[in-house]
Structures are given as C-alpha cells and as structure tokens.
C-alpha cells in the first residue's frame, strides 16, 4: 500500500513536470527534504533525473537513537521498515 502511494506520488509530480517542460524549461535535478530510501531516487534517475535528499530516514534513525530519543527495539523497527 506504501508503494502505490509512493509511485502516485512521483507520477503526480511527473505530470506537474510536463507543465513545466512545455514552457521550455528542463529539469535536470530534483531535492527532496526526506529521502523515505524506498527506491524513488532511483526511479527518478532512470527518468533522466539526478536527485539529491537533504535527510535519509536512516539518518535521522540512527541519530535518534545515538541520542538516546529511541530505544534499540524501536531503532531495530525502523531500520527493518
């Protein structure tokens, strides 16, 4: 269920990005905030995209947890995710 959110969300976006090529613009990098490591980025890139994530959520994970802001079955839970 998470995939197919995930891939709408990407064809949206794809669909925003065709607007934005029939002005004569091109896209060439895309940022995301969060990267979710769930195969988008790779997507985009055999697209023609190169996409660059400012935050991985195992970043943001392992931080947690080194902070002790999360205890290891929680850690253990989200790195299998």
């Known amino acids: 269920m998470e995939y197919e959110r995930d891939t709408s969300f990407v064809t949206k976006k794809h669909l925003r990005y065709n607007h934005i090529k029939s002005v004569g613009l091109n896209v060439q ?21 190169q996409a660059h994530s400012v935050l991985t959520i195992s970043e943001i994970t392992e931080t947690l947890h080194q902070a002790g802001r999360i205890d290891q079955a929680q850690y253990g839970a989200l790195a299998e995710s």
């Open 29 to 49: 990098d895309i940022v995301v905030f969060l990267d979710h490591e769930q195969g988008v980025k790779d997507r985009l890139g055999t697209q023609g995209y």
